[in-house]
C-alpha cells in the first residue's frame, strides 16, 4: 500500500488500504519513537484518517481506540493494538471469505507427485 500510494497516490487506495496505511503510520512511529509526535508531522489530522475509514468500514474497536485522546491513545497503544488488528483481520476475512489454505509442501524427492 505504501508503494501503491506513492505511485499512484492517495486516492487510488481503497477505504481498507488507507486504513491500513495510516495504522501502519501510527505503528512505525509507536515503536520507533514511543509516541506520535513525528506521526503528527507527517498528517496531523492521522487519527481522524484512521477513525474515518474505521468507522466507514464498521471496526467499531478501532474507532474507538482512535478517537481516544493523543495522550491516551499513546499510553494504552500497545494494550489494544492486538485487538485492533484481530478485528480488521476478523472483518476483512468474513467479507471475503476465509483464507485459503497454504499449497502442500513438494514432496522429498522435489519433484510433484515423486515417484511411486
Known sequence: MVEKR??????ALSATETLLYWLWWADYMMRNAGDFANAVAL???FQREIVSRA??????????TFSLPRHELERHY??????VCEEIRGVTQHRTGPARPARPGL????????RR
Open 78 to 83: 500497545f494494550e489494544r493494538f492486538d485487538a
Open 55 to 64: 468507522k466507514e468500514l464498521g471496526f467499531g474497536y478501532t474507532d474507538e
Open 6 to 11: 506513492a505511485e499512484a497516490g492517495a486516492n
Open 43 to 45: 498528517k496531523e489530522d
Open 107 to 114: 514432496p522429498k524427492s522435489g519433484r510433484r507427485g515423486g
